[in-house]
């Protein structure tokens, strides 16, 4: 049994072992959502390359509502405030059609696309 040191109360080391194991867990889905994240900018990247292979504009305002209805409806199901993930998915609409921009002024200038 090991001996208690100053500021430590008797539970301590169970308190200490519960929070590392949510802390893993915590770190185990952060890792899991990078590489959502990476395989949903992949798919994006593609209907980046379709759009300015055909001319079609970066942002399409319709479709944003559409997601942002849906995963506002997928966040009150899983019981997440709905502003945070509509502020979450809204970031990553931005980000997208930055790259998409990015990709139609390369298409324009005729620098290859991948």
Same mark, same amino acid.
């Given at each position: 049994?090991?001996?208690?040191?100053?500021?430590?109360?008797?539970?301590?080391?169970?308190?200490?072992?519960r929070?590392?194991?949510?802390?893993?867990?915590i770190?185990?889905? $952060? %890792?899991a +959502?990078?590489?959502?994240? !990476? &395989?949903? =900018?992949?798919?994006?990247q593609?209907v980046?390359?379709?759009?300015?292979?055909?001319?079609l504009p970066?942002?399409?305002?319709?479709?944003?509502a559409?997601q942002i209805a849906r995963?506002?409806g997928?966040a009150e $199901? %899983?019981? +997440?405030?709905p502003?945070f !993930? &509509?502020? =979450?998915l809204?970031?990553i609409?931005?980000?997208v059609?930055?790259?998409?921009?990015?990709?139609?002024e390369?298409?324009a200038n005729?620098?290859?696309?991948?």
């Amino acid at each position: 049994m090991s001996e208690q040191q100053p500021g430590e109360r008797p539970g301590d080391d169970e308190v200490l072992r519960r929070l590392r194991y949510l802390r893993g867990s915590i770190d185990n889905l $952060d %890792a899991a +959502l990078v590489h959502l994240l !990476a &395989e949903r =900018f992949k798919a994006t990247q593609q209907v980046g390359e379709l759009k300015a292979a055909h001319s079609l504009p970066a942002a399409d305002p319709d479709r944003e509502a559409q997601q942002i209805a849906r995963l506002r409806g997928m966040a009150e $199901d %899983a019981h +997440l405030d709905p502003a945070f !993930a &509509e502020k =979450f998915l809204n970031f990553i609409i931005e980000e997208v059609i930055r790259h998409h921009r990015v990709i139609a002024e390369r298409a324009a200038n005729g620098s290859a696309l991948s």
